[in-house]
């Protein structure tokens, strides 16, 4: 059990590393350093979507034939809509973003802006939840190493998100030991979420590869939603695509070298 919780928290302690940033820097985070991070944070996102969450969907659906995909597809699906619902109901502002979203709410915009990093990491939690319930319940296609991987991996794209939401509201007048706090909370969904996860996964463990399906399907939301429209914001250049390559091989080489 020991070695579950350390899993668990190994993203939140990315999240919480970067947002220490802010007690370093001495300038604004540049315009070119949130494309950068952003990318990274998509890459990894992508790779562990794909090879820690939907291949072991289908490896376990394996026995229903050429419908093998249904319940990762069907899972995908689910996930997809959960965020797009989560994000219609719960109150929050975007970086660089002039309006908030979700129902009307009298809320400071501090607030709405953490409200927005927790809400898209509900997925990374639920990710690590359901690939450790898996491995818990002696799923073969889950190893010890697959889930540590999954850890790992989300740990270092947390680093970027940690330092995304900390450094720009330093930049906004807040102190640094707050925007550190607020970063900080940020990140307290992840270990939450795989929690809940991980109790509610062991209700229902044959609907597992529809849990795998889902988890990618918000964390693919995420990405497309938030991540990959942050690395076109401004004038044209590459280097988000470059650092979006950079973070999938990262996770891809994990997933394999560990899984």
């Known amino acids: 059990m020991s070695e579950v ?3 668990i928290l190994l993203p ?11 007690f370093a820097a001495r300038s604004p985070l540049h315009a070119k350093a949130r494309r950068v991070l952003a990318g990274f944070a998509a890459g990894v996102m992508v790779a562990a ?9 289908l490896e376990q659906a394996a026995d229903m034939g050429r419908r093998a995909f249904l319940p990762a597809a069907a899972g995908f699906w689910l996930g ?41 990491n509900i997925p990374e939690g639920m990710a690590v939840g359901v690939v450790l319930a898996g491995r818990m319940a002696g799923n073969e296609t889950i190893t010890a190493t697959g889930a540590l991987a999954l850890s ?11 330092v ?11 102190s640094k030991g707050r925007a550190f706090v607020y970063g900080v909370l940020s990140g307290a969904a992840e270990p939450l979420a795989a929690l ?23 964390m693919i939301y995420v990405v497309v939603e938030e991540l990959i429209p942050e690395t076109a914001i401004g004038e044209h250049s590459n280097l988000g695509m470059l650092f979006f390559a950079a973070g999938f091989t990262i996770m891809l080489a994990l997933d394999v070298a560990l899984g």
């Open 5 to 7: 919780m350390q899993e």
């Open 12 to 22: 939140f302690g990315g999240t919480a590393l970067g947002a220490a940033c802010v």
């Open 49 to 57: 979507s794909i090879w820690s969450l939907l291949v072991p969907a």
């Open 80 to 120: 997809v809509l959960f965020l797009l619902v989560l994000d219609r109901i719960i109150p929050h502002l975007h970086q660089r973003g002039e309006q908030p979203e979700g129902p009307p709410v009298r809320l400071k915009q501090t607030t709405m802006l953490i409200l927005a990093v927790a809400l898209h």
């Open 152 to 162: 790992i991996g989300i740990a270092i794209q947390n680093f970027p998100e940690g």
């Open 164 to 174: 995304i939401i900390s450094m720009p509201l330093q930049a906004e007048g807040v």
């Open 196 to 218: 809940l996860t991980i109790w509610a996964a062991g209700f229902i463990l044959p609907a597992l590869p529809y849990l795998l399906g889902f988890a990618a399907g918000a």
